[in-house]
């Protein structure tokens, strides 16, 4: 199955705690992405990649670092989590940014107390 | 920066109604997506056009490339199409921009 998996679904982690959410993807896609969704603000770019080792910044990208070291991993990482950082996170693929469908993983709810 | 609206922010229908959902965008655009979030969370792409009108089922989308604006329309709604609507735009930067979404809910 066609699929994009985030792990963990949900995590509460405190102020400073290094922390890591996964991202894969099982369709071959070049393109990947975080977004974070916020009440009031919608969905917005975090990071993205268009293939290995290309990663570039969105529209929010402060506060956190992506790799792309295989094609299809596409790690988000916080290295110094802070509470405005609790959102909900979704990463996405696709085959071309521009003109492709995008698919989604279930998403990531991100507490930092 | 490409600054995405869309409206109405929130939407009740009766079951059967006709539903039109907008969304315009600044600057020019590689092509507008039209997404669907139920709740729980789960984001599924419905759309993806650059030009024309595109229709799956009851859910047609359309664009009008020069008045930068694009339309979202549900015929013969049902409960079930309750949902929060997204509408995004991708450009030659690579990035997606997104609207803040319509929450539509329809009743039996």
């Known amino acids: 199955e066609a699929q994009v998996t985030q792990n963990p679904r949900y995590l509460i982690t405190v102020t400073g705690k290094k922390l890591t959410v996964t991202c894969s993807q099982n369709?071959?896609?070049?393109?990947m992405s975080w977004y974070r969704q916020d009440p009031g603000l919608g969905l917005r770019q975090i990071y993205y990649?268009?293939?290995?080792?290309?990663?570039d910044k969105g529209d929010v990208p402060e506060g956190y670092k992506v790799s792309r070291k295989e094609k299809r991993n596409f790690p988000l990482i916080l290295e110094s989590p802070s509470p405005n950082q609790t959102s909900l996170y979704f990463c996405?693929?696709?085959?071309?940014?521009?003109?492709?469908?995008?698919?989604f993983g279930p998403g990531t709810r991100l507490t930092v107390l | 920066k490409n600054e995405v609206e869309q409206s109405p922010q929130n939407l009740t229908a009766q079951e059967g109604e006709f539903i039109t959902i907008n969304c315009s965008y600044s600057?020019?655009?590689?092509?507008l997506h039209w997404l669907q979030q139920h709740p729980g969370g789960g984001i599924v792409s419905l759309f993806m056009?650059?030009?024309g009108k595109k229709k799956h089922g009851r859910l047609i989308a359309t664009i009008n490339i020069q008045e930068k604006h694009s339309s979202l329309h549900i015929t013969a709604s049902h409960p079930r199409d309750s949902a929060v609507y997204i509408c995004?735009?991708?450009?030659?930067?690579?990035?997606?921009?997104f609207g803040t979404g319509t929450s539509l809910t329809v009743i039996p």
């Open positions: 995004a735009s991708s450009g030659t930067g690579n990035q997606f921009y």
């Open positions: 369709m071959n896609h070049e393109y």
């Open positions: 600057v020019g655009i590689s092509a």
């Open positions: 990649s268009m293939n290995v080792e290309v990663t």
């Open positions: 056009l650059s030009s």
């Open positions: 996405a693929s696709s085959r071309l940014a521009l003109a492709n469908t995008q698919y």
